[in-house]
Structures are given as C-alpha cells and as structure tokens.
C-alpha cells in the first residue's frame, strides 16, 4: 500500500500585469466557491519593539475600507451563507472566504477593496478598539491558558536577539500598545500590494470568466516595491539552549524542538514522515514507549512546522503525575537515541505514509483547506503544482530517507529544551 | 474597467442546493447501514452510532461508557492492544469512540483504498473487545488523571461548574468522562456488562459516506458485522429538570488576568415546535459574529476576543449558555451588557436587517454544511440521534423564513427569564468579588 500520486486537480496559473498571482482550481463538485488571499507578510518581517503588528494588521483589514463599512466583511459573507477568516503566522497573512458559488463577485469585491481600498477606512478608533481585541486574544490564547507561553518560550530560546522567528506571532503585550496609525499605513504600503499577493480560487467557476473578473477588480491596483525579506537563517553555534518555565499546571509538560528542514527543503516530506512515524498513532516509538509501556506520559504529539525557512521539528510530552520533567525529558531522548541507533521497520514507515496519506487527502477535501493548501504551496515553495505533486513526494520517502534525516535533525546542536512545571513544586 | 465598487455586488443565479440521497439497507441482525456515495477524493468517512451513553449508565458510575469505548482498541482474546494498535496505525485510519449523553460514536476517517480492513477493525472492536484488566486498570487511571488536568483550563472549569448548578444531578449535569471520585470505582466487571449490554447491532446506525461504492462496501459489512448479535434497549430521554432560580457564582483562579464568564438556563430539547424561532433568535443574540452580543462586547467594547451564545438542542432539555472571556475587571459589567441584550430581546422586537441576515446566514450556508464525507456523515448522525424527520433539511429553508420578528421575541421571553438566568465567572475571586456583588448574592464555588 506505498502512497501514490491518487489525486489530480485542474489547475491554472496566471500572473496580471500589477504582479498579481493568481491560481485556478475549478471543481463543480459543489455549489461554492473558496477564495483565499496570501500576502507574504508575516510576524518575521516586524520590527523590533512592534512584534504582534502582522497580526493586530490582520484583524484591522476586517474594520472596512473605502467601499466596504466596518464590520462588512463578516456581515456580507454571513448574509451570503459564508464562512470566512483570516490567520498570520511567521511568513504570511492569509484572508479566506467561502462562498455560494453565485457570490464569487462579492468575495472578489471584498478582496479587492482590501488590497487596493484600505487606507481611507481606518481610523485611530478602529485600531484602538482592535488593539484592544488582540490583547484579549493574548490573554484567552495564551496567558491565561495551561502551558500558554511555552511555544513563545521556545523560540525566544532558539533564536538569537533580533531574529525574525525569535519572538512568537501574537506579540508581546508592550508592543501591541505600541502600535500606531502611522506604522499602519507603512505597513500596508509596504507589504500589502498586489504584487505581494497571492489569489486563489477553489470551486464551482469558469476559468476563463473567473479571470476576466479578478482581472476587473484586481487590475487597477497598482504594484509597489516590496522591501527586500529578512533573512531567516539557522542560527549556527548555538548549541543545546534549555529554559524552564512555571506555570497554573498540575504536572510538567517537556518541549523538544529540532531546527529541522523548512517546506521549502527537499527534506520536508521526510522530516514530516518522521514525525507521524515517532508520534502519530498508539504504536509510533512515543506513544508507546511514554505512555503505554513506561506510562509516564499522559499526551505526547510530535510534529513540524512548515515555516518557509528554518524548519521546527518540535516533540511536546505531558507528564503522568509524580513523574518530573527531567525524568520525562530522559524517556523522550531515550526514544530517539533508540530510534537514531536501530532505525526502522519497514512496516513502520509504511504505516507513517498511509497515516500521511490520510491526513493528506482530508487537507484537500473541502475547496476552503485546498485554497489553504494551494496558497502556501505557491507562497513558501513557489510550487503551486504541490497540490497534485504531495502524494508522489511523500511516496518517495523511503526507509535510508528517514534514517539520515533523524541523523542529522535529531542533534543536540540543534536542540531547544523546555520544561513547564507546575507552581507549587518551586 | 467599469466595476462599481461603491456597492456590494448582485449574487449570480443560485445554484441548486443538492442534499445527500441517503441510501439504506437494514442487515438480518437489525445493524442499519446507511451511505452517500461521492467520489471526489479518494476518502471516506464511517461513523457508527450506537444507543448508550451516559444515560445508560447507573449514576454512581459516571464515565462507565465513556471508559467502555476508550478501551474497546485495548485487546481483544487473540490480539493485544498493542497488536491492535499496529493494525490502526498501518492502515493510516483515524479511529475515534466518544460517549453522548444518549449515544456512543465510532468514527473512522481513511483514504478510500483501506475501507474494507477498516471495516474489519472497526467490527472487531464493536463486538470481540475483551477489556484485559491490565488495560482496564491503565485506561481507567489515564481518564482519572486527565479530570485533574481539566482543572488547568478555564473554559473546562466553567462548563462544568455551570451544568453541576443547572442540573445538578441529572443527566445532563454530570460530565459524560466521569468525575474524580465515580472513576475509580469503575471495574473490569462493569465495562464488560455495559459492553454486553448496550453494544448491540440492533438499534445501531452505521454511516459511510465518500469514495464508495454500494455492492463492495455491503458485501464488507455483511462480512464482519453480521454475526454481530443482541438486542437494543432504547436510551430515555431525561426527564425535565426543576428550573431554578439563577444564581451568581464565583470560582476563584487567582492571579488569572481574565475571567471566564458564562451565563447560562436550562433550554430546550430538539423537538420543541418553535424549534425554528429559537435558531433564529440565538443567531442575532450570539449566535454570528455579528450578533448582538460579539458586537456590543467585542467590536464595541473590546473586551474579549468573542463572545457566543447556544441553545444545546438534546434529546432531552440542553443548556443555553451565553460563554465568553473578558479581561477581569469587566467582569460584572459583561455580565451586565450580555443580560441587558438578553433583556432587549426579550422586551423588543429584532429589526427586520437582522432578521434578513440570520436567515440567510442560516439557510444560505446549507451547501457549505453538506460539503465533506464528514460534515455529510455527521448530519446524518444528527438527524438519527434526535429523530428529526426525513424531511428535515428539505423543509430547513421554508421553516427558518416563515419565523417572524414576533416569534423570536416570544421565544427569547419564555426560555430566557432574567430571574432564571446563572451568571458564572472563573477568575482571581478577590479582584471581581466586590464589583459582582452589585449585581445580587455571590456564591464561592
């Protein structure tokens, strides 16, 4: 049962003259239609003293623009039958929208007027009503969560001062209140013009008539310079970094993080596979070694980050009662010193790559997760062709793939530690 | 170039609506077997629905079924759980097995070309699990630690402690997982009754939908399920529990930099006949993003992230629980904005912009419900579990646009009584306690 190249979507590409890229998947197996814009922007290009900026900037193209009053996106979409969101992370910014088929145009209206309508809609009071919607998402999401803080915890040990993955997506408080209506517009200025963008449409359209549209409602926009992109690297000579963190918790929780192949590496699939082979399933190396036989985990999930520079290839165990953070941490290196010293079973691996398989095809499903998958395919790889290649990637990953990988991701050198423990034992 | 960009653009001709055609056999042993098939990606989603649940189970045992389906993976007479999981994990197939209040669901998620062996494993756990008392004793003290852990997460706190003053000791206000002190107590003995007993073919639901096909798929149940033997007891609905009046508690989390809040009565079961009315009323109250409550709390205020409200349709009367977090020190003032749109509701009638937009919201978003094998598999699991009618989803349009501005104020008025209505909030007791205190007597929980 290797994992075979199983799916073949339609596909167009086509670049308008503003720089605008735009891809085309049409599938009239449903009476909708998802749009998803991906601006590449993310939290790595902020400057110090404004981390969370993307992000609250996000919440702000949801406040109107010329055309559009506040709050009209959602009451348009919801009015329509829509759903729609926005989500920023390390390297982008994406807003998405599905839709009725025959409201294609109102989505596309919307977009637009983002991209080419937004300055004369923002206010100081929007941006201070937002600002103050995002601290609140930092409080829910983080701070006032179990084991909230530890993924910002991590990075801000791996990273060195001043790179642009060392400080986490949501910001630090001070500097969402920093936040002014004049970094507002340079930001937009610099990053959100069409020439940064991607469109992507998933659904029950006619190609040609599709692009004929974005064509009227995206062509007018005009293309600006884009700053040249940080440079992400991997931070060389670092060694082992370990933090320890408490927190409103009943028992430790250990963080393992691997700087590891980004999605841009022809590793990717591997690091990938690797990590639904150690953590998917009660019978991967983790699950049943830390919580089946030795039973000193109550949860283990390992995983990779498809950041577009400088994989993270994180392993995250909680603790059984009565069972210390240290002693956890040795159980989980134990499971990858085993692993680094035997390697695998071939049934193993073919049990990752089904599971892959899986999760695979349920990320294509419905349009929404397609024009997800589309969008980050074209942003980060610049490989729209990802969605029909995937499978076949994945399938290539074989047994001497896996074992070099975990030989040299697994490394001390490239090793981030962190333990949460629990207030009451300091 | 000639776009107007001043208004928002006319929707083309809708497309038709194209609800799943459920296709239905009924095996000699009474499993009902019901499917949708669609080839678009190769994936197929199962669910299987059985009668049981929590309120099957003997009070005192809280978290029994829901210990009986966590073990069903853990070993059978010839393979272990460790065999077992293997098997899973080779063929890539998610597996999951929750317990309801009034049901017990399977569900399998898996590429298309494993369905027969998935078939097969999901069949082996439905009706050879042997429950090893290795096994019973480790799955029993994993749940009894992850209870404690649910003391960590706010939100968990929250519901909880809102249903236990609701209901009390009813169904509906026992946690499905069990509690600290019902857990421990649960035997191999007890999981292998309740298994014998409530894990039964007939008055059991198998739904396929996906990459099928109807003779392949009936030939692979009939294989491995229809030995499967037993006859069904039907769970009953609780019965209607006192309403009481509301209360103000307070559970202290101290040092929390905000406060989970909720606020929340007994509602009403699935079947009410003004069903209808109260989806469109919870819609503008806090049911969309634009609702009144997100609106006021979040795009006005900024106090939270979002602010929602529910009506828990269940078999029997579900909660309606408005639930949000705010920053801590406006703790009694959220309260005093979300009982105030509660208020309005109840003395005003909605405008008809907002009327327009719940309805549409409501009904225009129907193909985006039926989109996937499993959104299609759940619906269906939706419509069996709570007897809603064949016609269901056919009817959904009309009824929800006959509901009229006056119907949703008189739902709002006879199931959202102030005097009925609990206010909770989890946060640091002694920053919020004085403020709340003006809003009537605070209970510490």
Known sequence: ?426 | MGVDRTRRPPPSTPRRLRLPEIEGVTLSNNLRVEFVPRREVPEVSLRLILESGAAAEPPDQAGLSELTTRLLTEGTADRDALHMARWLDRLGASYSASSGYSVTTISMHLFSDVLVDAIKFLATTVTQAEFPENEVKRVRSERADEIDRERDEPSMVAGQALISELYEDGLYGRPVGGTAESIPLIERRDVCDFYGNWYVPDGALLIACGDIERGPLIEAVEAHLCKWQGVSQRVQAPPDPPRKPGRILLADRPGSPQAEIRVGTIGVPYGTPNHHAIIVANAILGGLFNSRINMNLREEKGWTYGARSSFGFRRGAGPFVVHTAVESGVTAQAFQEILGEIKTMRKELVTEDELDLAKHALTLSLPLQFESARQITSKIAQQRIYDLSEEYWEVYRNRIEEVTAEQVREVCETYLARDRMTLLAVTDAESVLEPLSELGTVDLV
């Open chain 1, 1 to 426: 049962m290797a994992v075979s190249s199983t799916v073949n979507f339609e596909l167009e590409e086509h670049r308008l003259a503003n720089g605008l890229r735009v891809l085309l998947q049409p599938d009239s197996s449903a009476p909708l239609v998802a749009l998803h814009v991906m601006y590449h922007v993310g939290s790595k290009n902020e400057r110090s003293g404004r981390t969370g900026f993307a992000h609250l900037f996000e919440h702000l193209l949801f406040q109107g623009s010329e055309h559009v009053p506040r709050e009209g996106h959602f009451k348009y979409i919801q009015d329509a039958g829509g759903t729609l969101n926005g989500t920023t992370w390390f390297d982008r910014t994406n807003y998405f929208e599905t839709l009725p088929a025959n409201e294609l145009e109102l989505g596309l209206w919307l977009e637009a007027d983002r991209m080419g309508f937004f300055k004369p809609g923002i206010t100081q009071e929007k941006l201070d009503n937002q600002r103050d919607v995002v601290k609140n998402e930092r409080l829910q999401s983080y701070e006032n969560r179990p084991y909230g803080l530890a993924f910002e915890t991590v990075l801000e040990s791996a990273y060195p001062q001043g790179h642009p993955y060392r400080h986490p997506t949501i910001g630090y408080m001070e500097d969402i209140d920093a936040a002014s209506l004049e970094d507002v517009h340079k930001f937009f200025d610099s990053y959100y013009g069409p020439n940064n963008a991607t469109l992507v449409l998933v659904g029950d359209f006619e190609p040609s008539e599709a692009l004929e549209r974005i064509q009227m409602w995206f062509g007018g926009i005009s293309s600006r310079p884009i700053p040249e992109p940080p440079e992400v690297v991997l931070p060389s000579g670092y060694g082992e970094c370990r933090r320890e963190i408490r927190d409103k918790v009943q028992v430790p929780r250990v963080y393992l993080m691997f700087h590891s192949a980004s999605f841009n590496e022809p590793e990717f699939e591997t690091v990938d596979t690797l990590s639904y082979l150690l953590g998917d399933g009660n019978s991967s190396r983790f699950k049943r070694a830390l919580v089946y036989e030795q039973q000193v985990a109550a949860e283990v999930s390992v995983f990779t980050w498809p950041t577009e520079s400088v994989g993270m290839f994180f392993a995250v165990a909680t603790a059984r009662p009565g069972v210390d953070a240290d002693h956890l941490e040795a159980s989980m290196r134990l499971v990858l010193d085993d692993f680094k010293q035997d390697g695998l079973m071939p049934e193993e691996l073919e049990g990752a790559q089904n599971r892959v398989r899986r999760s695979l095809v349920g990320q294509l499903s419905r349009f929404g997760d397609r024009a997800d998958f589309l969008a980050h395919a074209a942003v980060l790889r610049n490989d729209p062709n990802y969605l029909n290649d995937a499978f076949s990637r994945y399938g290539l990953v074989d047994e001497i793939m896996v074992e070099e990988v975990a030989e040299s991701v697994v490394d001390e050198d490239r090793l981030t530690v962190l333990h949460v423990i629990p207030e009451e034992t300091s």
